[in-house]
């Protein structure tokens, strides 16, 4: 029996067929798909735009000696050495951010933007006690540097070293030609670099404690083209101290989690064309390409830290001293003249 328009319009979803049943569920559901896209585009268009967070700063930090400064590099940040040709006025922290030497490089090759402190300073030890090893030293970064760390520093690197092989070198000279076995006294002193090293580090972690830290140790100063101009007697001395300061006190900060870039096991550290020619090459101080390797080295062991190696001949290799009349002259002109200069 046809139904009645009547009973057509008051048919409900409750009273309705099955099959009538399922078109009402589906026109329902329909239209709360349609409602939730409505809702869905006005909330999205009528919110406030998103805006990207700005990168993170790096405030990277530089602790160290002359290399740290850019010594012998086309343009230093304190020194004769630089691109206008005259000696620039020394600031505090040193400010050349066009520098070559290895400081400014790495704060050019670290994601942007960065804010670079330099606190370098030629000359400089490591500590009190390196610095009391002969007159002249005119700082140590225990003292003169780490006070000057910025609390929010969020990378440090250091490198230090060189300048206290040649005060324990010079020391120890002297107590060869007083008659005395200088090989206890250097055994002490690379002791000492090494209790002061840590000392060094708890400072910088007390004064700037959200910082990551990188170092480098120190290639063996005897097999540099400087060391390797000099006589027997004195390349002794010089690789049994820069590879003692290197493994005992130095190369062990990896296993505190230190990032240590091994300068002595590089092959790079020793090859002549990373010391000349430069406009102050003195065979010990990087040139403008030494510079360049020892960034490239320093955000390696930043990116993907790696331990040193334990043994790498002959770079690792150090000699004994013979005590005889001709180490005796040669660390006697050691004392007196300084270094041979390296050709």
Partial sequence: MPLSAKDASTRTPENSTPRQQDSWVFLLS??????????????????????????????????????????????????????????????????CPNGTGYVPRLARLLPSPVELINLGRSGAVLSPAMQALRQGIPANLLQDQVPRLPPDATLITIWVGGNDTNAIALAAAQRALQGEDPLPFVDQQIRQFAADYQTLLQAVRARAPQA??????????????????????????????????????????????????????????????????????????????????LADAFLSALRQPLPPQTRCPPFSEVGSLQPDAAAESALRSFLTDGYKPAQ
């Fill in 212 to 293: 990551r830290l990188a170092v480098a140790n120190l290639p063996n100063f005897a097999l540099i083209p400087l060391g390797q101009q000099q006589p027997s007697s004195v390349r002794q001395l010089l690789s049994l101290i820069s590879v003692g300061l290197t493994q005992r006190a130095i190369n062990p900060l990896s296993q505190q989690g230190i990032p240590v870039v091994d300068l002595l096991c590089d092959p790079r550290s020793y090859r002549r064309e990373s010391f000349f020619p430069g406009p102050l090459a003195d065979g010990f101080h990087p040139n403008d390409r030494g510079y360049a390797d």
């Fill in 30 to 95: 329909l239209l709360i798909l349609i409602l939730s896209l409505g809702l869905t585009g006005c909330s999205a268009s009528s919110g406030s735009p998103v805006v990207p967070s700005p990168p993170t700063l790096t405030r990277y930090v530089a602790l160290g000696a002359s290399d740290a400064v850019g010594y012998n590099a086309s343009i230093s940040c304190d020194g004769p050495a630089n691109a206008a040709g005259t000696r620039p006025q020394r600031s505090e922290p040193l400010d």
